[in-house]
């Protein structure tokens, strides 16, 4: 099975711009949780979809927000983007409840100028 | 606070030797733990996991074991080799973790010397 894939690999942004992140799932996987790492921060839950339904969610702003479509395949936006929202943005996915194994992709990096 | 982290950020071992990365948990009612590995520029690999019925569990080259009572999980790589260089995560759905995902350790830098 391909493995989860994140596109862009790479963004760069000014500061009060807004960025869609994109992400597609293991085939099969229904679940899609999105996580940012940054240095001092470490890896932190932003939230999880589950059969298009915002299942979890983290302690974010309302700036982040997500979706997922009926093919599992899940989006992750940022509004009015802060040099603070630098970072590698990860995405997950797993086959079910949350005590299965979450499978990442490669990550976005985004940076904010 | 933090429900799980890492005792130590770096961990320089010989090409060879065995390496042990340590982790605690705050909660005890954590029942499923996940170590993963991030090499660099690449998404976090997962490893082994363990639940809390079990105190050990081997893989190929790792051993994770579990000591519920003083809540430290670690993760034993045999044989180390310079593939193994990377940052290593323990990784639990801990409960009152302050998020419903998966809450991760600060991780641990695996250093590999010739």
């Known amino acids: 099975k391909a493995g989860v894939t994140q596109t862009p690999r790479y963004l760069i942004k000014t500061r009060g711009q807004q960025v869609t992140l994109s992400c597609s799932p293991i085939s099969g996987h229904r679940s899609v949780s999105w996580y940012q790492q940054t240095p001092g921060q470490g890896l932190q839950f932003l939230f999880e979809y589950f059969s298009e339904t915002q299942r979890n969610k983290g302690n974010f702003p309302g700036r982040f927000s997500g979706r997922q479509f009926s093919n599992s395949r899940s989006e992750m936006n940022v509004s009015t983007l802060e040099l603070g929202d630098s970072a590698l943005y990860l995405c997950?996915?797993?086959?079910?409840?949350?005590?299965?194994?979450?499978?990442f992709g490669p990550g976005t990096r985004l940076t904010v100028l | 606070g933090e429900s799980v982290g890492l005792h130590l950020p770096t961990l320089s071992v010989q090409e060879g030797d065995n390496s042990i990365i340590n982790c605690a948990y705050s909660n005890s009612a954590s029942d499923y733990f996940i170590w993963y590995k991030q090499e660099s520029g690449k998404g976090p690999q997962f490893i082994i996991d363990?639940?809390?019925?079990?105190d050990k569990r081997q893989g190929q080259r790792v051993t994770v074991l579990l000591n519920k009572t003083v809540k430290h999980l670690s993760l034993q790589i045999a044989a180390t080799q310079p593939g193994d260089s990377a940052v290593y995560f323990c990784?639990?759905?801990?409960?009152?973790?302050?998020?419903?995902?998966?809450?991760f350790g600060k991780g641990t830098h695996l250093i590999i010397q010739p």
């Open positions: 997950a996915s797993m086959d079910a409840g949350l005590t299965d194994t979450q499978y």
């Open positions: 990784a639990c759905p801990c409960p009152g973790g302050g998020a419903d995902g998966l809450t």
């Open positions: 363990i639940r809390s019925n079990m």
